[in-house]
């Protein structure tokens, strides 16, 4: 009788062993392809785990949380940083977590012969990571039909999925026409400096990251009168509002590749005039651009 209970006991043993199922998400991260690859060599000889439960019992669960992750075994829980989401370094931390704290009856002995697994190393965060960055752009005024290039140069700071930075462009005059008026033509060259301050929420993992941005700050305005006589010139300042996407690419550890589409309100706009003649124009009130440029992130 003895001898027929410890030979039940040894095959409920092994068929828990060989029916270990871990639930994932269906999108997670990590997938469950890798976190089987990974698990698998880890579990006792005749193991077989069973990963991708969407739902039921289960005896170890990993929870993608985004920026971190929760594995769960047996009532044992931890929690871990990964802001990077690298999904191969979570399915093998997150497998050796499993193995090392399956219950007795799930788990048997290494062989003499092998050493048990490693403990995952301990996860180091980063931290914030600030650099420089500089962009060429391509603005368009919609209302006034003009375009010009622009550049612009900045700090940035990174922390998570947030990215903040402060910059400062300039773009190149651009010519706006004057409506003829008693026989009077001629245009207004504007030319345009901006300081803005803008901040970005990051989706994705490395290498690719984008998101939403959104920007405030002001820009100087030159105003110079061209082929009009007795030309005068005037400076004017003005806040501007900025929302639009914004994508990193990473190249290489330190080097990113930028791109941003968006569009920039001039909540004020500017009389064009001529005297005794009045009001021939106005300054745009919106830009939209397309902007591509390098950030260097420093040590």
Do not use: K
């Amino acid at each position: 009788m003895g001898v027929l209970l410890v030979l039940l006991g040894l095959a409920v043993a092994d068929g828990v062993r060989a029916q270990l199922r871990v639930r994932v998400p269906p999108d997670g991260c990590p997938t469950a392809a890798e976190l089987e690859r990974q698990l698998a060599p880890l579990l006792p000889e005749g193991g077989e785990p069973i990963v991708a439960v969407p739902q039921g019992e289960a005896r170890a669960v990993v929870d993608d949380q985004g920026a971190r992750y929760t594995v769960e075994v047996d009532g044992v829980v931890r929690q871990l940083e990964d802001a990077a989401r690298d999904c191969v370094e979570r399915a093998r931390v997150a497998a050796v977590f499993i193995a090392l704290n399956l219950e007795p009856r799930a788990a048997a002995s290494p062989p003499q012969d092998q050493e048990p697994p490693p403990p995952p190393p301990p996860l180091v965060d980063p931290g914030p990571a600030f650099g420089l960055a500089v962009l060429g752009a391509f603005a368009h005024a919609p209302d006034a039909e003009v375009s010009a290039p622009a550049a612009a140069a900045g700090v940035w700071l990174a922390s998570g999925s947030l990215r903040f930075g402060v910059e400062l462009g300039a773009r190149l005059p651009v010519a706006l026409d004057l409506r003829p008026a008693d026989g009077v033509e001629g245009s207004v060259e504007q030319t345009r400096f901006l300081l803005e301050l803008h901040a970005a929420y990051l989706f994705g993992a490395r290498p690719l990251e984008l998101g939403p941005y959104v920007g405030v700050g002001g820009e100087l305005q030159r105003l110079r009168g061209m082929e009009v006589v007795r030309p005068q010139e005037a400076l004017r300042f003005n806040p501007t509002a900025a929302l639009g996407l914004h994508a990193q690419l990473r190249l290489s550890e330190r080097l990113q590749l930028l791109a941003r589409a968006s569009g920039r309100a001039v909540p004020r706009a500017h009389d064009l005039t001529i005297e005794p003649l009045g009001r021939l124009g106005r300054t745009p009130r919106a830009w939209l651009a397309l902007e591509l440029g390098l950030a260097l992130e420093l040590p």
